[in-house]
């Protein structure tokens, strides 16, 4: 319905007519369909300053603990999702939104030091690594959109960290 409607432009009467379905309900098929689409459309390339401002603002923001400067970076449909491998404690479920991101990352003994949180790039995007005795604890990748942090991803699980000590060199 979406194509008929969007690149062959016919009316919601003749795809009605052609999907045996009422024209109320095709129009409200082509209007979900057309919201699917436009949520997954990628967005556009964030510059590297403004990269770099997100990440230090967020890396600050945990260090210190302070929940407002959190806020103020996280997007309000944020997610924060954890990988532990079942070998190392992360969130079962996904988190989301900015409030329960930033509560999440700013409680108790567990909090993050400005010692052992560095920024990197992994797998070509920005991410900050947390160290623990000097070992590879956790490794978060950050998705930012218009200058505001959109996803987290924090990888605990050992096997996937394996490598993070070596770099390896591209070739052509």
Do not use: C, W
């Not at 999702?81 to 079962?92: R, S, T």
């Not at 010692?115 to 005795?133: E, M």
């Amino acid at each position: 319905m979406f194509v008929l409607r969007e690149v062959f432009d016919l009316g919601y009467d003749e795809i009605a007519e052609a999907v045996d379905k009422s024209p109320a309900a095709v129009r409200q098929i082509a209007h979900r369909a057309r919201a699917h689409v436009a949520a997954r459309r990628p967005r556009g390339a964030v510059s590297a300053a403004e990269t770099r401002h997100a990440l230090d603002a967020f890396q600050r923001a945990v260090e210190t603990g302070d929940l407002q400067r959190l806020l103020d970076v996280l997007a309000p449909e944020v997610v924060f999702l954890g990988d532990g491998g079942g070998i190392k404690q992360a969130v079962l479920r996904p988190v989301t939104g900015a409030d329960k991101v930033a509560r999440l990352l700013t409680a108790g003994p567990g909090r993050i030091t400005a010692a052992a949180l560095r920024p990197a790039h992994v797998n070509g995007y920005p991410a900050l690594v947390l160290r623990l005795d000097g070992a590879i604890d956790t490794v978060v990748a950050v998705r930012i959109d218009d200058g505001l942090i959109t996803g987290l991803y924090a990888v605990r699980n050992p096997e996937k960290l394996s490598h993070m000590e070596q770099e390896n060199a591209l070739r052509r």
